[in-house]
């Protein structure tokens, strides 16, 4: 059975702090591996691609583990408009599959 | 980028009726679509896989009768929710395969959604 665990929050934080989220999947042939935005009651949207090597986007950076099963996501400075929920999403291989959602951790930047 | 729409938007219906839900991709061709289903506080599930011009897989768990899709065009599937409960209230939201970006991962496209509520 796929699955995709995240601590769900929330993660009260106060602006300009630095925050990371973790999140671990249980398919070993997991392929693709993304960080995702979802604002309440709307769609998920990309945040960011996570590649074996570690990538950084602006104040965001991703690390992938594929020994641990295990990703992450930092974010610096952090802004009151962060504040979303954070879902970590992994994908079995290609297009042809459909995405495996964790249900989410929920980041609350405080002023 | 790719941008894919759904409608409507959101609908509020009684209990034993139909409801249809359509997916369009806007400017680009979509052989597969996936539906997924978010119920409040949950992670998005996947419900089903449309294939344009065949018929669609269906996740365990998930009543192939009870939400009929048909992928009739490389554009547009549609998600129809027959016979609809008050336990069938969701938000419902499809999405469209992107194409393989920098690193050879790829990336999906996801519609508005539609929030369902029947009473």
């Known amino acids: 059975r796929k699955e995709v665990e995240q601590d769900p929050g929330p993660f009260n934080v106060p602006e300009g702090a630095t925050v990371a989220f973790n999140c671990t999947y249980s398919?070993?042939?997991?392929?693709?591996f993304f960080w995702y935005r979802q604002d309440c009651r709307k769609e998920p949207k990309l945040l960011m691609s996570?590649?074996?090597s570690g990538n950084e986007d602006g104040r965001f950076t991703a690390q992938l583990n594929r020994a641990s099963q295990y990703i992450s996501l930092l974010i610096r400075d952090s802004k009151l408009s962060d504040s979303a929920t954070y879902l970590c999403?992994?994908?079995?291989?290609?297009?042809?599959?459909?995405?495996?959602f964790g249900k989410g951790t929920h980041l609350i930047i405080q002023p | 980028g790719a941008v894919v729409s759904q409608h409507p938007s959101w609908v509020i219906c009684k209990s034993g009726t139909s409801v249809k839900i359509e997916c369009r991709s806007l400017d680009f061709q979509a052989t597969t679509m996936f539906w997924y289903r978010q119920f409040p506080k949950q992670s998005l599930m996947l419900m089903a896989t449309s294939n344009e011009g065949s018929k669609a897989t269906y996740e365990q768990g998930v009543e192939k009768d009870k939400f009929l899709i048909n992928h009739a065009s490389l554009t547009l599937s549609t998600l129809t929710v027959t016979s609809a409960h008050p336990e069938d209230s969701s938000f419902y939201i499809c999405?469209?395969?992107?194409?393989?970006?920098?690193?050879?991962?790829?990336?999906?496209?996801f519609g508005p959604g539609t929030r369902l509520t029947v009473l």
């Open positions: 999403v992994v994908n079995g291989g290609g297009g042809a599959d459909g995405l495996t």
């Open positions: 996570v590649y074996s």
């Open positions: 398919n070993s042939a997991s392929q693709s």
């Open positions: 999405s469209a395969p992107g194409q393989v970006i920098a690193g050879g991962t790829d990336t999906q496209y």
